[in-house]
């Protein structure tokens, strides 16, 4: 019997960057996903989700073609094992497998992401495959593209696998260099999760990625050096020539190359627990995100608004957007006051139920051990 755990994670800082080369923030968090299997002595694979109550079957010898499969966990696995079994050519062995989570679905904490760190953790193990952690988190991006059609960045699989307790970690998603940054040991992440389930993500998703390109393809036309994604405009050229692109791309264009300034920012500001600049950066960041980008919403705006009426140091939205949750930065001192009011200010603000989570900044996915024991 093996058992492998995979946290969720929250972005600090560098949203929509990372399918434009860009810079990255994110934690994995102390919600996370569980799977316990026992290998088989042929392909079947039968896992069952304890926390849907839905059970999927499928043969490693005849994967399954994206469209031949429902939506919802099933994707995830069968999507791993393709993606494992198209990069080692081989054919991987069938298990029985349970998963369990305390991650909510749908609040943008990657639960999907997850999954599927899960069970390529899993497989890896189980059939020597003797693969990087950035190489899983690769193939499982592969897997999120074929099988889920979301085109997402790198940033939720990595951070699922390669992080490191008690930071976050800083990801180039151009040159793939990665680095563990320690967090402020007196500040508190908290997961503000709206309870507003995320609408047209998926679409709105893959939309902002086209006119991420189309900005690109109208740089290309202006700027004399090599563009290749928005990464390669600095701010000072944005100001000169984002005016020659046309609206919407424009304005997305202008996020990403702020939000990658952004990032860089932040890095010193968390390096030196500067409180005021942090706090700038993450409100600068959500109003790009909602003015810009057009993925925030009201309860995401109302969720920071609550945070800041209750003392965190920053906050804003955390992943895709269009719905879920806001990471907030909260002193340690302060965190049983900062939950109280900011659940009160939000219920006056939205009529959806929040639920605010205390999190650790966890290790990545990993064999369960004494540290990180199978069962809670
Ligand atoms: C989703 C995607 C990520 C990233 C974020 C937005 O979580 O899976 O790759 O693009 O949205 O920053």
Redesign the pocket.
């Known amino acids: 019997m093996l058992c492998v755990r995979a946290p969720g994670r929250v ?1 600090l800082i ?6 434009n080369d860009g810079y ?1 923030l994110p934690a994995a968090i102390s919600l996370e996903t569980r799977v316990r299997a026992r290998s088989r002595n042929d392909t079947r694979c039968i896992i069952y989700s304890d926390t849907l109550d839905e059970q999927a079957e499928f043969d490693l010898s005849a994967i399954p073609e994206p469209s031949e499969l429902p939506s919802g966990f099933v994707r995830y696995v069968v999507g791993v094992a393709w993606a494992l079994q198209a990069h080692t050519g081989r054919t991987l062995t069938g298990i029985e497998a349970t998963i369990c989570s305390d991650l909510p679905l749908g609040a ?1 904490l ?1 639960s ?2 997850a999954v599927e760190a899960a069970f390529a953790v899993l497989w890896n193990t189980l059939d020597d495959l003797h693969l990087d952690k950035l190489t899983l988190a690769q193939l499982c ?1 592969r897997a ?1 593209h074929v099988y889920a059609g ?1 085109q ?6 990595a951070a699922s696998l390669l992080s490191e307790a008690g930071h976050a970690l800083f990801l180039d998603t151009r040159t793939l260099f990665t680095q563990s940054v320690a967090l402020p040991p007196q500040w508190a992440i908290v997961v503000a999760d709206t309870g507003k389930p995320r609408a047209l993500a998926e679409s709105e ?1 893959n939309l902002r990625r086209a006119q991420c390109e189309e900005a690109v393809a109208a740089l290309q036309g202006v700027l004399d050096e090599g563009v290749i994604a928005l990464r390669d405009v600095s701010p000072e050229q944005a100001m000169l020539y984002l005016s020659l692109i046309e609206e919407p791309a424009r304005r997305r264009a202008r996020h990403v190359i702020g939000e990658n300034a952004r990032v860089l920012e932040f890095l010193t500001a968390l390096r030196h627990a500067d409180a005021p600049r942090v706090r700038h950066l993450m409100l600068a960041s959500h109003a790009s995100l909602r003015d810009d980008y057009e ?1 925030s919403c009201t309860e995401l705006d109302a969720m920071v608004d609550a945070c800041l009426h209750a003392g965190a140091i920053g906050a804003r939205m955390t ?3 269009f719905g879920g949750a806001c990471i907030a930065l909260v002193e340690k001192t302060q965190l049983e006051q900062f939950l109280r009011q900011a659940e009160q200010h939000y219920r006056q603000l939205a009529p959806y139920e929040p639920r605010f989570y205390a999190c650790e900044a966890v290790g990545g996915a990993s064999l369960c051990s004494r540290e990180y024991p199978c069962a809670r």
């Not at 997402?152 to 699989?157: A, I, P, V």
Request: hydrophobic residues 25%; aromatic residues 8%; proline residues 0%.
């Open positions: 972005n560098g949203e929509h960057t990372d399918y990255v943008g990657s999907s992401a991006q999120e979301v997402c960045g790198l940033m939720d699989q998703y993925v992943g895709a957007g």
